[in-house]
């Protein structure tokens, strides 16, 4: 290639450089408010239904940071909380917005919802800036037969869900097999919840290594109940049974029932954002085990008792949770677990957020594993349990953004 030619590619690609740029420039809009979403959702949808604000990549850049919290419901779908945290020149100016989707919701329904909630949270704050006009505010007459028919429920907010799932897959020394199945059946209200629980599940493993062949199978079946009720905005009672039987944990029957009672330092309304619950229970226990254990027992009655404190905690900083669980056995007090875990994610400094997770758990209180020595098989398949005095897990992560504060740009060529 000679040198004309060269210069003519530079050249093309300065003048691309430039249109570029100033295309980018003009997405920005003068006046509009800046706003940082704190939210796993569909950004692109959200930027072409709501195009009269600047989105931008860091929260200490924004006039508003929208954090997005969100739990579980009766039905099987989330509750969103939508916290509005005004900075800047909106410094003090706070909302919170909620909405509900169902389990039964198209994608599609889920983020028509949660553009209309950030509509309705945002145009506050559009109202007291300068793109004020290019706000228009529509409310429909509240005859839509869909809004009339949710008032009822002829269900009485029961939740019936099925599963069942397989999977084979292998190759010519290993094969691997697995067939599962569950039904739940929920219910919950303001009041109470309970929720009925049945699964199976199969697996098997077959290695051939020349003159070597394991076959490893592992089974388990368990019917649960919970129920859990309310007592007042902070206490909460419960009681947990369970029928189980499992090869891992060398149990032919499991049968337990514990009754448990919870207090949360903070409101239960409260809970999107912030938790501290202590809660105690006391364990009935009848165990049939498969082989005899090694305190030489082929059936029992246990009775145990379990201490947690739970603490959870959600700002415009980031999140934690701290957990730490405690239970011994009633009859051996040296016969306990003591575990912990934990995580952090914090918004350090512009564009800087630190991730920390852990946990650590001190274990005495095997009593189903059975008599003998592990194979090797059974250790490195892990399809018994084994014995151990503890466990643990931990895990950090760093991530580091910098360059534009803007992010209105929609482009969805060759997908995201």
């Excluded at 949270?121 to 505010?137: C, H, Q, T």
């Excluded at 069942?164 to 697995?178: D, V």
């Excluded at 309970?194 to 051939?208: G, P, Q, T, V």
């Excluded at 400094?349 to 001190?362: E, H, I």
Aim: proline fraction near 2%.
């Amino acid at each position: 290639m000679n040198m004309k030619k060269i210069y003519l590619v530079l050249l093309i690609t300065i003048l691309f450089t430039i249109s570029d740029s100033i295309i980018s420039q003009s997405l920005v809009k003068n006046g509009a408010p800046k706003v940082f979403l704190d939210c796993r959702c569909d950004l692109n949808y959200v930027r072409e239904q709501i195009p009269v604000i600047n989105y931008v990549n860091d929260r200490t850049e924004a006039d508003i940071h929208i954090l997005f919290t969100d739990q579980r419901t009766g039905s099987g779908g989330r509750e969103y909380l939508l916290l509005f945290v005004g900075q800047r020149n909106f410094a003090g100016m706070n909302d919170t917005i909620k909405y509900n989707i169902n389990q039964i919701d198209s994608e599609d329904q889920r983020r028509v919802k949660m553009v209309d909630a950030l509509k309705a949270g945002l145009s506050r704050y559009i109202f007291k800036s300068p793109v004020a006009d290019r706000m228009k505010i529509t409310f429909t007459n509240g005859t839509d037969k869909n809004d009339l028919s949710a008032s009822t429920d002829e269900w009485d907010s029961w939740v019936f869900r099925t599963s069942l799932n397989t999977s084979l897959n292998g190759q010519q020394t290993a094969k691997h097999g697995n067939i599962g199945s569950s039904i739940s059946i929920n219910r919950v209200t303001e009041e109470s919840k309970i929720y009925l629980y049945s699964s199976f599940n199969y697996s098997e493993s077959n290695y051939d290594y020349g003159e070597t062949k394991i076959s490893s199978i592992s089974r388990r079946q368990n019917i649960s109940a919970i129920y859990i009720g309310s007592i007042s905005d902070r206490w909460s009672w419960g009681t947990w049974s369970s029928l189980t039987k499992s090869t891992y944990s060398n149990l032919n029957l499991a049968l337990s029932l514990a009754p448990g009672i919870e207090y949360n330092f903070f409101p239960y309304s409260e809970a999107n954002q912030r938790q501290f619950r202590v809660e105690y229970r006391v364990n009935i226990n009848y165990n049939k085990y498969a082989q005899e254990t090694i305190y030489f027992k082929v059936k029992e009655t246990l009775f145990s008792h379990l201490l947690r404190f739970s603490f959870e905690l959600i700002e415009p900083w980031g999140n934690a949770g701290f957990r730490l669980t405690g239970s011994n056995y009633l009859h051996d007090f040296n016969l306990y677990s003591l575990s912990t875990d934990g995580f952090i994610s914090v918004r350090l400094l512009k564009g800087f957020s630190l991730d920390l997770r852990g946990g650590y758990s001190k274990i005495n209180n095997q009593l189903t594993l059975p008599r003998g020595k592990a194979t090797l098989d059974e250790v490195l398949l892990a399809r018994k349990e084994i014995a151990t005095d503890y466990s643990y897990n931990f895990g950090i992560g760093i991530s580091y953004s910098f360059g534009s504060i803007y992010n209105n740009a929609v482009n969805s060529r060759f997908g995201d």
